[in-house]
């Protein structure tokens, strides 16, 4: 059973920055897409960042209110994938997600990102 944890959210003013990791238990092969999904109440969870791995194909992909501000980088050694969000916007708050997709799809617990103007 794959587990990842998620850390690094909190409470962060407009205008900052913060990073989001994840840790995924198990090795990562660098073909596994790994990413960020973002969720609020009421709302569906939706993809923020997503790493499709080495495949041949586009390789990072990233929510159009992310474009520019949002930056994902993985460590396959470290099992790791962090996503790097800057100038940080009220719209940003939400509970993340860590994805993982091996032969079956995986997901962390969840951590709360709060953005304060």
């Known amino acids: 059973q794959v587990q990842l944890v998620e850390s690094g959210g909190g409470l962060v003013q407009a205008g900052g920055s913060l990073i989001l990791s994840c840790v995924a238990s198990g090795r990562i092969s660098s073909t596994n897409p790994l990413g960020w999904y973002r969720q609020v109440p009421g709302k569906q969870r939706e993809l923020v960042a997503v790493d499709n791995g080495d495949n041949g194909g586009v390789r990072i992909e990233y929510a159009d209110s992310g474009k520019g501000r949002f930056t994902i980088s993985r460590d396959n050694a470290k099992n790791r994938v962090d996503l790097h969000i800057s100038s940080l916007k009220s719209e940003d708050t939400g509970v993340y997600y860590c994805?993982?997709?091996?032969?079956?799809?995986?997901w962390g617990q969840g951590t709360q990102v709060t953005v304060s103007s």
């Open positions: 994805y993982d997709h091996r032969e079956l799809e995986y």
